[in-house]
Nanobody, 122 residues
Framework: VQLQASGGGLVQTGGALRLSCVASTRIFSSAVMGWFRQAPGKEREYVSA????????YYADSVKGRFTISRDTAKNTVYLQMNSLKPEDTAIYYC????????????????WGQGTLVTVSS
């Protein structure tokens, strides 16, 4: 499966962006889709995840209340709505696909998208 992420850009503090990630093949209900990010000089970290079948959503504490993950099963697409952005949200954002929930929330996935850059200016 190939994952294509898009939607990054430059935004001011307090602004919003919506990221999209389209899968090249059907995403099965057992899958877990996640968003991750890697800031300059830092390790890649988990941001949010969604269980594809039931739609349960989970967030890292750093983005809880500001980011919303969602999915469109007909379009094999997962979204990340990012509101109230802060400079510390600046990073390359990756989408990932896995089947092991614990691996995904630990920052690991079986398939990765190419990343989209989000820059939040102060």
């Amino acid at each position: 499966v190939q994952l294509q992420a898009s939607g990054g850009g430059l935004v001011q503090t307090g602004g919003a962006l919506r990221l999209s990630c389209v899968a090249s093949t059907r995403i099965f209900s057992s899958a877990v889709m996640g968003w991750f990010r890697q800031a300059p000089g830092k390790e890649r970290e988990y941001v949010s995840a969604i269980r594809w079948g039931v739609g349960s959503t989970y967030y890292a504490d750093s983005v809880k209340g500001r980011f919303t993950i969602s999915r469109d099963t007909a379009k094999n697409t997962v979204y990340l709505q990012m509101n109230s952005l802060k400079p510390e949200d600046t990073a390359i954002y990756y989408c990932g696909k896995g089947v092991d929930w614990y691996k995904v929330v630990a920052g690991k996935a079986d398939y990765w998208g190419q990343g989209t850059l989000v820059t939040v200016s102060s």
